[in-house]
């Protein structure tokens, strides 16, 4: 594992032994940012299921302004921590939060804080034909607080196994859909509302007297 691109590029990531940690292969985070292009560059980015963070820490290579890591493990956040000291990125640049993704969701939104990029590649979920999916992936889309965590324009990129067949609720809008082996990687925005009409009301026709 390493950072692929920025300023940091070639940077060996420190990865937890055993199982509980799945981080994003290499091939699939170029193609990612390789899509997001200049939208990294001075952005403010949340990581959900953050793991080894190799997702934020790619944006902070590439640009980003500021990270803020959410990962339940506090093993696996310490290792974060060490992945983004051994890049070489100023303290103040990156907030680590070890606490479950459903909980600070709220807390952020109740905070007022936005972001311009939202990264979750969390575990995934079982394969679901004919039912809805309970997966990680299927609760991020459902959270309520999330929609209004992004700034107008902003995007989730959310990862998520080929099996695990998603419902897209009504509020988020994919933009793109890149597949890399058993990986999804889908590329959101909210949905912006119907703009109220500014054309004149119809007046009412005469009744001949």
């Known amino acids: 594992m390493r950072i692929t691109g920025g300023k940091a590029a070639r940077t060996i990531l420190k990865v937890p032994k055993g199982l509980d940690v ?10 990612v940012f390789n899509s997001l292009g200049v939208r990294v560059d001075g952005a403010r980015v ?9 997702l934020s820490l790619e944006c902070l290579s590439r640009g980003a302004v500021s990270a803020v890591c959410v990962e339940l493990s506090e093993r ?19 907030q680590v939060r070890t606490q479950d993704v459903f ?8 905070a007022g804080q936005k972001f311009d ?3 979750a590649d969390p575990p995934y979920g079982e394969k ?10 299927q609760k991020v889309l459902d959270d309520p607080s999330l929609p209004g965590l992004l700034t107008p324009g902003g995007l989730l990129v959310l990862g ?6 998603l419902t897209i609720p009504p509020i988020w809008k994919e933009r793109k859909l890149l597949k890399h082996g058993d990986t999804c990687m889908r590329f959101m925005e909210v949905t912006t509302p119907a703009a109220p009409s500014t054309a004149p009301a119809e007046q009412p026709v005469p009744t001949p007297g």
Not at 22 to 31: E, I
Not at 76 to 94: D, E, Q, V, Y
Not at 128 to 137: D, K, L, P, Y
Not at 160 to 165: I, S, W
């Open 22 to 31: 799945r981080p994003t292969p290499d091939l699939v985070k170029q193609a």
């Open 46 to 54: 949340l990581e959900l299921f953050a793991g080894t963070g190799a």
């Open 76 to 94: 696996h956040a310490a290792i974060l921590r060490k992945n983004a000291a051994s890049a070489g990125f100023p303290a103040t640049a990156l």
């Open 103 to 110: 909980a600070v969701l709220p807390q952020l939104a109740a």
């Open 117 to 119: 990029l939202v990264m």
């Open 128 to 137: 679901n034909i004919g039912r809805r999916s309970q997966s990680f992936a």
């Open 160 to 165: 998520h196994t080929k099996r695990d067949t």
